[in-house]
């Protein structure tokens, strides 16, 4: 197992099914904590890497990705997260900036896990293998109600192209991922802060900012 114990800067993940706002509520803390002069990496799974985006591109996109089995999705994500942990976090963190991750571990014990149904367990030490002690300070899970998160992605894509192997999901898995999440939630509380996604966007994001500066001010005491 490789070891990441010796970092200076925080890494925070956000997680949450499809249409929950992640991407916006990232954009806003990087662009508050580069104000306060931290430095700030943000990457994204699966991807990150020149390797994990080709990945990325099988999963989601590519034609050679439609009959893919739940056990191939899982070591999927494992390769891009393990390569992603190594070539860009651990050094990101080791160098002092803060590192931002549009998705992380937790995806996995939720999509591949618990939507998808494989072992809990074997899930697990997957997750272990690829990320080492590479682990979040902090997690924000977006938390909305499973049709709504279906009804955002399917606005949000209206004319703009068709949505991905994952988005195209039906109700019932969007369902248990966000049944997932908050399992997880609830098993890590050290760990994850659970916030309304419904709420407007500029209120989640103030939450999101004042949680974080205490997180901070905690880890540099």
């Not at 050679?64 to 963190?93: D, M, N």
């Not at 149904?117 to 690829?130: K, P, S």
């Not at 992605?153 to 969007?174: C, H, Q, S, T």
Request: glycine share 8%; hydrophobic share 45%.
């Amino acid at each position: 197992m490789i070891h990441f114990m010796t970092r200076t800067g925080i890494f925070i993940t956000f997680e949450g099914s499809e249409g929950c706002g992640k991407t916006t509520q990232i954009e806003f803390l990087a662009r508050a904590l580069r104000e306060t002069g931290r430095p700030v990496l943000v990457t994204r799974e699966p991807g990150g890497t020149a390797a994990g985006e080709q990945i990325r591109h099988v999963l989601q996109h590519a034609p050679e990705g439609e009959k893919l089995t739940a056990e191939a999705e899982l070591l999927l994500f494992a390769a891009s997260r393990a390569q992603l942990v190594r070539e860009v976090v651990a050094p990101a963190l080791a160098a002092g900036s803060d590192v931002i991750s549009d998705r992380f571990l937790d995806s996995t014990t939720v999509y591949q896990g618990a939507a998808r149904r494989l072992e809990a367990e074997d899930v697990r030490r997957i997750n272990e293998f690829a990320v080492g002690e590479c682990l979040p300070n902090l997690t924000f899970l977006l938390d909305l109600e499973a049709a709504e998160a279906r009804s955002r992605v399917f606005e949000r894509l209206a004319g703009k192209g068709a949505p991905d192997r994952i988005e195209r999901e039906p109700l019932d898995f969007y369902e248990r991922v966000r049944a997932g999440y908050l399992e997880q939630a609830s098993a890590n509380p050290a760990r994850f802060r659970v916030l309304d996604a419904a709420k407007p966007r500029e209120e989640i994001a103030q939450n999101i900012f004042q949680i974080v500066r205490e997180v901070i001010d905690g880890v540099s005491a």
